[in-house]
């Protein structure tokens, strides 16, 4: 019954041809921006060109979402786990958001699309906070596309969080233990204001989560390349569209 949801992206290329259904666009898509560091490799480079150049493609891939009329675009930035990579490789990742939005806040403004962060921001850097916290401020009236970062983000320690919080609801007999349900649940996360992403796109060959959105994950599609994130082209976004439009969501049922 898995097969389906670990289809590769090479045994997709069938589907190529066939032109992308406007009124099937997933509404949400999260995105796992992985292979910066064996790009960069390859290259014989350093591991930091690898994140520079994954930088640039995000501009890229916000403005082909926007244009396919996705509504939410969550990019897993930097996890939790990140802060055990060597410090002058996570130095510069704390550099990137500065960098990216310092360059792009304009053109993100113009298109309407407002910035999103969830993650623990409270151990980022002064200089990373403040430049999230302004591209944040700048767009909230923004009605168009939402670009979800997760910045410091991980999904265990996102559910352990849910549950300290409604264990003291419960304690002080805020919330009855009856109470307790998917919805509760849901609305304890991180992004109890966006839905749970319909389709979920990982680069570089990889298959599995990394601790990124297991709760909102239950129900969602999954879209695997071997392509290296520097290398992601819109094409490569609206082929994981194109076999998302080829499948059928049961939800459990028949």
Not at 9 to 18: K, R, V
Request: a negative charge.
């Amino acid at each position: 019954m898995f097969e389906r949801f670990f289809q590769h992206a090479d045994e997709d290329n069938e589907g190529s041809h066939i032109s992308i259904d406007p009124n099937n666009i997933p509404s949400h898509i999260a995105i796992i921006m992985d292979g910066n560091g064996r790009w960069a490799k390859n290259k014989g480079l350093p591991r930091v060109a690898g994140h520079r150049e994954g930088m640039k493609v995000i501009n890229k891939i916000v403005k082909k979402a926007n244009t396919l009329s996705v509504q939410y675009l969550t990019l897993y930035a930097f996890s939790t786990e990140n802060w055990k990579r060597p410090k002058t490789e996570v130095d510069f990742l704390m550099r990137l958001p500065q960098q990216f939005l310092s360059k792009e806040l304009p053109a993100l403004k113009e298109n309407n699309v407002r910035v999103r962060v969830m993650g623990d921001e409270s151990v980022l850097p002064e200089y990373t906070r403040r430049a999230v916290e302004q591209a944040v401020l700048e767009t909230k009236e923004n009605t168009g596309l939402v670009l979800n970062f997760a910045l410091n983000y991980g999904s265990r320690h996102e559910l352990v969080r849910m549950v300290k919080d409604i264990s003291e609801d419960v304690k002080n007999e805020q919330l009855s233990v009856n109470n307790i349900d998917e919805e509760l649940i849901s609305n304890k996360l991180l992004t109890c204001d966006l839905p749970d992403p319909d389709l979920l796109i990982r680069t570089s060959g990889e298959m599995r989560l990394s601790n990124f959105m297991l709760w909102q994950l239950a129900y969602s599609e999954f879209w695997f390349t071997n392509v290296l994130w520097p290398d992601f082209t819109d094409k490569d976004l609206e082929e994981a569209v194109k076999t998302y439009q080829q499948r059928k969501r049961r939800y459990g049922g028949v």
